[in-house]
């Protein structure tokens, strides 16, 4: 049996999705990052873009919403816990991350606005 396609409405907020996260990609890269991976699921969590400058290696929470006031609240505790999961799982996979600063960012994507980067927005729990 097949499951049931996606609302419209889901789709819309996965095409949202996509896009935020190629306008963040694009921000940090404008500002130096070079992109290593994207939407990347291991261990229960997903990290939406892996990044690199220099000596520091940060895994991204992209967040979109129509006001970035919402995109900042949207990450709550849960995320968090599932988010450094899936780093750990990420890190222990490339033993080489072990030689580079580890950071958690975010990058708040608002309607008609370029995206807001926030460095070492949370703590990566258990490294």
């Known amino acids: 049996m097949r499951a049931a396609a996606p609302s419209p409405e889901r789709q819309a907020a996965h095409r949202r999705g ?12 404008l500002r130096g990052y070079w992109p290593l991976a994207r939407r990347v699921s291991l ?15 940060v895994f991204v929470e992209v967040k979109a919403r129509a006001r970035l006031d919402d ?14 999961k899936a780093v750990r ?24 606005l370029w995206p807001e980067h926030c460095p070492a927005a949370f ?5």
């Not at 996509?18 to 890269?29: D, F, K, Q, S, T």
């Open 89 to 112: 799982a990420w890190v222990a996979r490339h033993p080489c991350a072990g030689e580079l600063t580890l950071r958690a960012d975010a990058v708040f994507v608002g309607r008609g």
């Open 43 to 57: 261990a229960g969590g997903e990290i939406d873009l892996i990044v690199r400058r220099g000596g520091t290696l």
């Open 123 to 127: 703590t990566i729990e258990g490294l």
């Open 18 to 29: 996509h896009r935020a996260e190629w306008l963040a990609l694009l921000a940090l890269m």
């Open 71 to 84: 995109a900042r609240e949207a990450i709550g505790a849960a995320k968090r816990r599932r988010f450094s």
